[in-house]
């Protein structure tokens, strides 16, 4: 069965740390995106990359870091430099028609800093 | 500024009622317009669309209504059942360049539906 994988499920990190979010999709998508989730706010763009070896900075990229070196991969680093990352992440990827049929998101991750 | 709203952070129905869930846009170059699902410490699933050559669409239990004028679109969920409990997320699609890739968000409504 296709679809995204995301991992670990729950990640604690303690201050100053950097971490990476691992997201893999075996959907043959061209695209990927990592969102944040936080209380009452919706789902917010952190990275998104429409091609292997290409990524765009989303609404909130600071303090984050990605790589697309594979089709099937998209790792997100939470750096040091992210002032508050405790939230719930989401992995999502997209391929032709995903306006109308939308994007595959993972199951999340949630990071929280002790 | 946010370009896609849902004003009502919760709303609750009776099972067997219906459930209209509402998403206010400000971007006029938004033309696709999205409904998702989600459960909590899940991912949000998709659950219907609309282009903006439309005023209607329907899957099932689930409609949506597009009235551009008012830039204004809405989710009716008829009969509402205790699964339907959830965040619903409203999102929209700029068909312009790299905006095409991206998906506006809504922050979302969470329906309880009572037995």
């Known amino acids: 069965d296709g679809g995204i994988t995301q991992s670990p499920k729950y990640l604690f990190r303690k201050e100053g740390q950097n971490v990476t979010l691992s997201c893999e999709q075996n959907l043959n998508h061209d695209a990927m995106y990592w969102y944040r989730q936080d209380p009452g706010q919706g789902l917010r763009l952190i990275y998104y990359?429409?091609?292997?070896?290409?990524?765009q900075k989303g609404d909130i990229a600071e303090g984050y870091s990605v790589s697309r070196e594979k089709k099937e991969s998209f790792p997100l680093t939470v750096t040091s430099a992210q002032k508050n990352p405790t939230a719930f992440y989401l992995c999502?990827?997209?391929?032709?028609?995903?306006?109308?049929?939308?994007?595959?998101f993972g199951s999340g991750t949630r990071l929280t800093v002790v | 500024d946010q370009q896609v709203k849902q004003n009502s952070p919760s709303l609750s129905v009776q099972e067997g009622r219906i459930s209209i869930l509402n998403c206010d846009y400000t971007n006029s170059m938004f033309d696709y317009f999205l409904w998702y699902k989600k459960y909590p410490a899940e991912g949000p699933t998709f659950l219907i669309s609309i282009s903006s050559i439309k005023d209607k669409n329907e899957d099932g239990r689930f409609t949506v209504f597009l009235n551009k004028s008012a830039k204004h679109l809405s989710l009716h969920i008829v009969p509402s059942q205790p699964g339907d409990s959830a965040v619903y997320f409203c999102a929209a699609s700029d068909g312009s360049g790299a905006g095409s890739y991206q998906l506006t968000f809504g922050k979302g409504t969470k329906l309880s539906v009572i037995p």
């Open positions: 999502a990827s997209s391929g032709p028609g995903h306006r109308v049929g939308g994007y595959t």
């Open positions: 990359s429409q091609i292997v070896n290409d990524f």
